[in-house]
């Protein structure tokens, strides 16, 4: 499985942003999904993902109600749309894909073999 994440870029505080990821080799309609970003200087976290079980997203507390998860299976496409964007969203933004992930671990970083190679959100103050 191979990841491809793009739309990063600079954008100022209250501002929108949507950053997508491509999927390609080995995938599934059935994977495991999910958006995590790393700061400068801090640990990846957590942002948004889809069990691949499920049919609702789930978001971490800090960028619910401002961004959106959506993924489209025919194109093998996901998307983030971050709306009203803070100085503190400011990260490299990596996608994610597991086969095995269960519910209680879509948040966790082990949980996922496949990964993007990030794309660079910048939110200006």
């Known amino acids: 499985v191979q990841l491809q994440a793009s739309g990063g870029g600079l954008v100022q505080t209250g501002g929108s942003l949507r950053v997508s990821c491509a999927a390609s080799?080995?995938?599934?309609?059935?994977?495991?999904m999910a958006w995590f970003r790393q700061a400068p200087g801090k640990e990846r976290e957590f942002v948004a993902g889809f069990h691949r079980n499920s049919g609702r997203p789930s978001y971490s507390d800090s960028v619910k109600g401002r961004f959106t998860i959506s993924r489209d299976n025919a194109r093998k496409m996901m998307s983030l749309q971050m709306n009203n964007l803070k100085p503190e969203d400011t990260a490299v933004y990596y996608c994610a894909a597991s086969r095995t992930a269960i519910l209680s671990t879509v948040p966790l970083i082990n949980s996922y073999p496949y990964w993007g190679q990030g794309t660079l959100v910048t939110v200006s103050s």
């Open positions: 080799g080995r995938t599934s309609s059935t994977d495991t």
